[in-house]
């Protein structure tokens, strides 16, 4: 054979005649007696990019012993680069192994594969891209920062590669940001201020790649904001229309969280303030896109992108990661919906639903958008063998709005706010959903009650006729 170890002729199951090893003979060679027209061709396209890039290329290069044996091994400098071309059918294992035997001998690999072996090569996690097509050009899929996988020359990715601009981390900054604002009254003085929030932000990487991330974490009670950074910025953007003054970030001592956070207060009064948990159930934001010269720092899971990087005279992506316990900029980008996924966990809490907590409650603790205010079960036993607490509806024996009695609290007051709003029959009102949620059971009744008050007692009276 041409590995230089003893062969024999042999026909395939599909009658193809060809060489193969004897019994019994180790080589380090993977599939030498078979090697395609693409595979040859290949080997001779990365070697040749390999010697424009300025690197040693050697075709076929095998360590002593035959330990392993590069398809092209790339050599300046005192650095060893051997980059593999795999057209035929390999498994993870295999992948796996042969990227072992790199690493011990001090040779880093990379790999050019098939997209019939593209599973088994992201299983294995060896670095590699995949071919986009069976014959020439042979272009590459690879990904740019922040964009999807394109076709890129297979001559421009080994340069890359070899130039160290094939890299693991992307570099951004924040260029402008998408602001939800809404205008609201206080509770305290009745008096309307403009809450805002950062919605969704623009990013630009230091290879000039641009992409627009929507914001994914609304901490609940946080003792920091990023939209502090921002402050000024958005009180010249928003402090110049009609709208009521911007409502500022101090600090609150809530008894629902037991804690003190960083709230939205009244801008008239020291007393009011706008809760998280009524942040969170508005709709009535509206939105305006402004740009930013502060620094905001962004999650370090935006960064994590293998990309083709390029040096547009900032130089390229740095590497090091970002250390720091400010708050920071967490957003959905659609190119990295299938790198980004939520992390497993070995043990789940598992509970009965409807005895104890409602299906809606039960999403919403998990996804940390509203605190737990009552026990958290720490096993799924204990939690069914709970005893379970029937809870007396809030009624009232007399009532001067509807002349009934005895019913749920609840109820009139949704008809005070719908009559205080002034909304005709048969329309909708925002508090419908509320109080279709109490009378189906996805909200409890006592807090739903609660809701019902505050709603009410934040409604603007709307004259008829208007």
Request: contains cysteine; aromatic residues 8%.
């Amino acid at each position: 054979m041409r590995c230089g170890v003893p062969g024999i002729p042999r026909t395939s199951r599909r009658g193809l005649k060809h060489f193969a090893h004897k019994a019994g003979v180790q080589c380090g060679l993977i599939d030498c007696w078979n090697e395609s027209p693409q595979h040859r061709m290949l080997k001779a396209l990365i070697a040749q990019a390999a010697r424009d890039a300025g690197w040693q290329a050697s075709v076929e290069w095998s360590t002593e012993g035959r330990a392993w044996t590069a398809d092209v091994l790339a050599e300046r400098d005192g650095r060893r680069f051997a980059l593999e071309v795999q057209w035929s059918r390999q498994d993870a294992a295999e992948f796996r192994g042969r990227q072992e035997r790199y690493a011990a001998g001090g040779v880093e690999c990379f790999w050019y594969v098939h997209r019939r072996n593209k599973d088994e090569a992201r299983r294995a996690n060896v670095p590699h891209v995949v071919f986009e097509g069976d014959d020439a050009p042979f272009d590459v899929l690879a990904e740019k920062a922040f964009q999807q996988a394109t076709a890129t020359s297979l001559h421009a990715h080994v340069t890359a590669l070899l130039s160290g601009l094939y890299l693991d981390r992307v570099e951004a900054r924040v260029t402008s940001v998408t602001i939800h604002f809404l205008s609201d009254a206080c509770w305290a003085c009745k008096r309307p201020s403009t809450i805002w929030r950062i919605s969704a932000a623009s990013l630009r990487s230091r290879c000039q790649e641009t992409t627009d991330a929507a914001r994914t974490d609304f901490p609940l009670w946080p003792a920091k904001r990023i939209e502090t950074l921002i402050a000024a910025d958005v009180a010249t953007v928003l402090g110049k229309g009609s709208l009521p003054p911007l409502a500022p970030l101090r600090m609150h001592h809530s008894k629902k969280a037991g804690k003190t956070y960083l709230a939205y207060g009244c801008a008239h009064c020291r007393i009011g303030f706008f809760g998280d948990g009524f942040l969170e159930l508005e709709t009535r934001w509206k939105s305006v896109t402004i740009p930013v010269t502060a620094r905001i720092p962004l999650a370090e899971d935006l960064f994590a992108q293998v990309h083709l990087c390029a040096d547009k005279a900032f130089g390229p992506c740095s590497q090091d990661p970002s250390e720091g316990k400010e708050p920071t900029f967490d957003g959905y980008i659609p190119s990295q919906h299938q790198r980004r996924r939520p992390p497993r966990t070995d043990a789940v809490d598992v509970a009965l639903v409807g005895a104890e907590i409602s299906a809606r409650d039960a999403v919403a603790i998990m996804t940390g958008h509203r605190y737990p205010d009552h026990g958290e079960p720490t096993s799924s036993s204990g939690s069914s063998a709970r005893k379970k607490e029937k809870r007396q509806p809030a009624e009232i024996t007399s009532c001067d709005w509807c002349g009934r009695q005895p019913h749920p609290q609840y109820e009139c007051l949704w008809r005070q706010l719908r009559a205080k709003a002034n909304v005709s029959p048969g329309y909708r009102h925002y508090s419908d959903k509320f109080y279709e949620g109490i009378s189906r059971g996805r909200t409890r009744e006592d807090e739903g009650t609660a809701m019902m008050k505050r709603l009410l007692e934040r409604c603007v009276p709307i004259p008829r006729g208007k």
